[in-house]
Every structure is written in C-alpha cells, then in structure tokens.
C-alpha cells in the first residue's frame, strides 16, 4: 500500500444513515467484528462512520445516537489478527465489560479495548468517538503489563492523556497525506503516548486515590445540597476545603462537570418524585423548584433531553403502566 486509504469517508456535517444493519457493516469493515442489537426493539439509530488506513493503523470516525448493545462473540482464531482498539471519547458515554471487568468510557476520555477477544458494550443516546486499532503484538511489545491498564479510561484532559488526544485528532486529519514513510512513524508515537497515559506508577496510583476520595467528597455535598438552588461548584469548592480550580481538576478525572453532576443528580431526584404516587399532588413545577430548579422551561428541557420525554409525559406515562420502561 503505498498511501493511506479511505474505506468509507462520511464528510462532515453529512445526513446520518438510519438502522443498524448498514452500521454494523460499517463497524465491521472499520476495526471489529462486533454484533448490534437494539436495547429497544423497532428503535430507530442514526449513525455516521468514516475509516482510512495509514500503514498498519486503523483509524475510524463515529457519530451515533441511539440505544445499542453491542458484542464481539468469539476471540479471533489468528495471533495476526488480535487487534487492540485506542477510542478517544468526543462526546458522550458507552460503556463495556471484557473479562470480567466494566469500564465506563464518559467524555473527553480515552480508553484501550481488545477487540480480538469476546466482550460486552452499550450506548445510551448520542457518542461521537475516534478510535485507532492497532496488531495487539505491535503493542504488547511496547506497552508494559498491556492487558492490565485494557478496560481502564483515563481522562484526556491534560498531561499526557490531552497529548496522546491531540495526535490522534492530528494523525486523523493528516493521515491522509502521509506517505509511507511518514505513516511508519505514527505508531511509535502512539504507543510511547499510550504506555505514558495507561502504565500508572506508585505515585500516580496514589494521586488517583486521593482524586477517588475527593470526587466521592463531591458527590456527597451535592446530594446533601441539591434542594439548595444556590448550589454552585464554588459552593462546593468552599464545603471541601479547596480551590474552585482543583475542584475542576478532580471533576475532569472523571470525565464530568461539576455543574453536569448537579444538574443530573437534580433530575434523577425528580424523576423518583414524579414517579411516586406519594407526590401524585404536587406539580411538575412544585417538584422542579423543590430539587433547586428555579426555571421550569429550562428544567423541562433537561428532563426531556436526559429521558427522552417531557416531565408532564413522563408522570402521564407512569400513571398508565405499573411497570414503565423508563
């Protein structure tokens, strides 16, 4: 090959394709033999692929929106063809388990998977993703205790991981200018990135329990304080003891905002209430302004934007099944 090759471009900003069965063709021929079913079924899914190749890397471009489950069956029966998949998350969150081990993959993180071995996937609602695969022998040879940091996100928002996220952007948009001597060069850079991002030392792995004990201190403040509607990351900040910056620093770790944490805990504690015949009484607008809401409008569109239905909807609907779906 003497340049890279595009296998299925999608320029950007083109329609999405509808149903799964020409995404799971386009899965496939992009880096895993995976098999899709919806979590729902007759649900339509929307969904843009794009792949090119650049000497012995795979790369491919996803936006999809939907709710999927995805598998791949059986380990490959070739060493040649074990492949490991480097998914950078754009925007949105899937989630996977592999041996026995589950990863939650949010935005703006990166994750390793080994797609040459069975494992289990799900999508809920909207995922932009760009994923480069490389020979799993290409990078066991480079990457220290390589299955041991596989299903493991770390986050792409700094250091060396905000690196290894801005040369897989690069690489995608220059590869296919590269010659073959030029393309023989961007795996080493890759996987010298990836060992930096994924091999975790003593120090770090104690850096990333403190950030675990802080993030729980955060989680715990806003449940204590959703009902407050001057609930803030400054407020908090100031509960724990810390700087508004390294709070943001702790949130990034994990791939959501401190003001994205609130509003969902805010929502999923209305959600309960509008389920319950105990609050059959109380108004949607009763029930947003008690959780800190101090819009409805606005809180009518987060409801609807995180459960697919509008509040007013979503109560209609419980009142009318024992058992909702949703």
Known sequence: MNSPQRLSPSPPGAPLSHGLLGYETAIKQAYAPMVLAPEEPGADYEW????????????????????????????????????????????????????????????QSLVLMDVGRPLEASQQGSLEILSFILPTEFLQARVPDLPK???????????????????????????????????????GMLSSLIASVFVRDDRTLGEDKQFATLYQRLQDIIHEEAHNPQ??????AARMGISSSYLFAVARRFGKSVRQSI??????????????????????????????????????????????????????LLTQSPHPSL
């Open 48 to 107: 843009a692929v794009s792949g090119q190749r650049c000497g012995m890397l795979g790369m491919s471009h996803i936006v999809a929106n939907g709710e999927i489950r995805a598998r791949v069956e059986r380990a490959a029966e070739h060493a040649a063809e074990r492949r490991v998949l480097l998914t950078f998350v754009e925007r949105g969150t899937f989630e996977f388990e592999q041996d026995g081990r589950h990863a939650l993959c949010g935005p």
């Open 149 to 187: 940091v596989l299903t493991s996100p770390r986050p792409a928002t700094h250091g060396a991981g905000a690196m290894l996220r801005d040369l897989m952007k690069s690489g995608w948009r220059e590869g296919g200018g590269l010659d073959v001597n030029e393309a023989r060069v961007l795996p």
């Open 231 to 236: 609930l803030t990351p400054a407020l908090v």
């Open 263 to 316: 509003i969902e805990h805010r929502l999923e504690g209305c959600r309960q209430m509008l389920g319950d015949p105990a609050c059959a009484r109380r108004s949607v607008t009763e029930i947003a302004f008690l959780w800190g809401f101090q819009d409805v409008s606005h809180f009518s569109r987060r409801f609807s934007a995180r459960f697919g239905t509008s509040p007013k909807a979503y109560r209609e």
